[in-house]
Each structure stands twice: as C-alpha cells, then as structure tokens.
C-alpha cells in the first residue's frame, strides 16, 4: 500500500496503482536535500571534533565551512599549496623541515624566540607583528590563541 500525505492527499494507492511503490509524504525535494545536507554537516563536524590527530589543523579549522572551501578551491593550485601546508603545519617552515630532518635548526629564522611553527609564523612571531596587524586589522585578536 502507498500512502500519500499534506495537501496532495487526494487517493490512496494500493500495490497494484501505485506507480513506482514508494511512500508519498508530501515532503519538496529541497527539504529533503537541506535536510541531509545539515545532517552530513553536523555528522562531519562530529567526526572532525573526535579525530584524535590533526592537531594543528584544529587550531585553525573548528569544522565545516562551505564558504571557505569554495575560497579555498577558488585559489591557484600554488597558493592552495600554501594554505594546506599553513593549516596542517606541512608547510616550508623550520620546525616541519627539521622533522622531516631537512634542517638543524627548528626556531623562527626572524625573531629566533620560538620554534617554527604554522601558529607562530601567522599568529605569535614578533618580526611579522606590524606585517600581520596590517594584513589582519581589527580581527589580530582572534589569532592571538
Ligand atoms: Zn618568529
């Protein structure tokens, strides 16, 4: 038997007429796709929140942002490279080269008062401070963590 509801509700199918045997509810297309669209989101979010690595990857992404991965896909392939490698901390800065074993040294090559970290290389380094405030303005606040 197939069931139809809301303001279609007009004839009650059987085995034998309903055309493709399925439930009739109702229901437009769009809620549906809104609705497991916010469900994959909030699932996505979950699996990201009780991820145990990705350490410095957490730092900068809290969970799912469609509006900055569309920037992100926006972005030449060199410069995506860049932002991945600062996000994750695999990016070209003494700390992941010495990990690597690709350098002896793993401080900060400008201020040499930390290592050489994605954080410290966006948010703490004190050589960058006057590059970072007029580059990030009012929002400085933010990446102080
Ligand atoms: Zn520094």
Redesign the pocket.
Known sequence: MCLEAGPMQKKTHTSENCPRNVLVLGISISTIYSSISSWAVHEQNKLWQELSGCRQAKRFLYGCDHSRARYALSLSRQDLRILVGLLTGHADLNRHLHIMGQCRYSG???????E?TTL??IA?????MLLRKNILGTTLSRWTL
Do not use: N, R, T, V
């Open positions: 900060c090559p400008l201020c040499q008062e930390a050489d410290h290389f703490h380094c004190s050589a960058l």
